[in-house]
């Protein structure tokens, strides 16, 4: 009988965390959107358009008094965002780990973001001030409601697991921005049959990201569970917070290690995200049906590479196949600064190597740094994570802005971010991971 109830109850817990990993994988199915839709296909040519309309004679827009090129004002909001999200992060990720109500705190995070979202409707005319302040505030909060949903990966799969579940959650994010990318391609390619202004269809296509997100995240917060938080203590304000969690960190240098290079790869990776669209527009002339067909292909490719790269994994280990995929990214962004004018087959063609790489690369190196992280402690290294991932993601597209204002030329602007994808492999080459791992207090799988 005694081992029949164990059984059962071991039975039960594999069941629970099943649940529990399909509601995960609805996160990204519900926020990817506003990364797609709004954030690479949709905002940056729309607001460097209200930018362009308010700016002054010689191309320039004064917010705060501060004259800014109104091609640069797209990248320094996103850096701005992600400032703010710094010093937000690590004081919730704190939090979460002490009162263990993870999930309420993952709510609060994903409907304030869905709400700026949402609010890009009114985002018209010369508003090109309202267009920054939401895309701060929203992606701030997707920012923080990551770093949630990311440090849920640990309590939800074992270790040997891991690299496949963080791998179906990038294909889910990425069936769920191919899927509504079509719908916005049929609104904006036909809005006046709909009797639609170009405008009126892109204002649209933005709001409708932020009810997705809203309400595919009801999901989630009905499936994960709160798990028992440490021992209570003071929170800290957001920085002290995050110097308090760099100096647990140094007790674990090779995690601290694994999150420099990550945080200079994934630079890279989250500035040509954000800065594609306007690459597109600006540099080459596309239209925004191209972007939005190439950005479609980079979503529906990027469900294969993840689970692809998945299973790569599996066979020669995760690092080695985050190196592989950095290579590909060196080639694909150096390829794409010789893309001619006017020609939307090779942006297609660089779309596709993109696609390929994408959803591998990010999933991959979530998970491995999930197998860094001491336990407990989930929640505020995932904050740290975050801060890499999305939030420390301010050196690419202020390098990518500042580049454009002194030299003029998107071209250098693209070009300029090799530098992050070759200093992140020379970091993550030289990280020992299966020693990390023991270091950690994490059980080491047998492929890593």
């Avoid at 629970?16 to 954030?39: I, K, N, P």
Wanted: proline residues 4%; glycine residues 10%.
């Amino acid at each position: 009988m005694g081992t029949e109830t164990v059984r059962t109850g071991a039975s039960d817990e594999v069941a629970g965390l099943r649940r529990e990993q399909r509601g995960w994988y609805f996160y990204d199915w519900a926020c990817s959107v506003y990364s797609t839709s709004v954030l690479t296909v949709f905002l940056g040519p729309y607001l460097t358009s209200v930018a362009d309309h308010a700016a002054d004679a010689d191309g320039y827009v004064h917010p705060l008094g501060v004259p800014v090129r109104s091609g640069s004002f797209f990248a320094y909001s996103v850096s701005l965002s992600v400032i703010l999200a710094v010093v937000v992060m690590p004081l919730v990720g704190s939090v979460a780990d002490r009162t263990g109500r993870k999930k309420r705190l993952l709510g609060a995070a994903a409907y304030t973001g869905a709400a700026a979202t949402t609010g890009m409707f009114f985002l018209d005319g010369d508003r090109y001030l309202l267009g920054g302040l939401l895309l701060i505030v929203a992606n701030a909060a997707q920012s923080v409601a990551l770093m949630l949903y990311n440090s849920y990966l640990p309590q939800i799969a074992p270790p040997e697991e891991r690299d496949a579940v963080s791998s179906r959650g990038w294909a889910f994010g990425y069936a769920s921005g191919s899927l509504v990318l079509i719908a916005n391609l049929v609104l904006y390619s036909a809005h006046d049959s709909f009797g639609l202004s170009e405008t009126e269809a892109v204002r649209i296509c933005l709001a409708a990201a932020g009810l997705w997100w809203g309400l595919f995240t009801l999901v989630p917060l009905r499936r994960l569970r709160d798990r028992r938080g440490r021992e209570a203590g003071a929170t800290a304000p957001g920085l002290r917070q995050l110097a308090a969690t760099v100096r647990d960190m140094r007790r674990h240098p090779l995690t601290l290690s694994f999150l420099l290079a990550y945080l200079v790869y994934n630079d890279g990776i989250q500035t040509v995200i954000s800065q594609a669209s306007v690459y597109g527009s600006e540099e080459l002339g596309l239209g925004q049906s191209t972007l939005i067909g190439a950005v479609l292909l980079v979503q529906v490719l990027a469900v294969a590479g993840a689970l692809t790269m998945g299973r790569l994994a599996r066979t020669y280990g995760a690092k080695r196949t985050i190196l592989g995929s950095l290579v590909a990214w060196t080639l694909t962004l150096a390829a794409g600064y010789f893309l001619p004018a006017g020609a939307p087959v090779w942006f297609f063609v660089l779309a596709g190597g993109i696609g390929l790489v994408l959803g591998g690369s990010q999933a991959l190196s979530r998970s491995l740094f999930s197998h860094l992280v001491p336990p407990g402690k989930e929640a505020e290294y995932f904050a740290a994570y975050e801060m890499s991932d999305r939030g420390m993601s301010w050196l690419g597209p202020l390098l990518f802005g500042i580049t454009f204002q002194l030299s003029g030329s998107y071209r250098s602007a693209i070009i300029s971010l090799v530098v992050f994808f070759v200093i992140g492999f020379a970091l993550l080459a030289r990280v020992p991971v299966r020693r990390a791992i023991g270091e950690a207090g994490n059980p080491v799988p047998r492929k890593i």
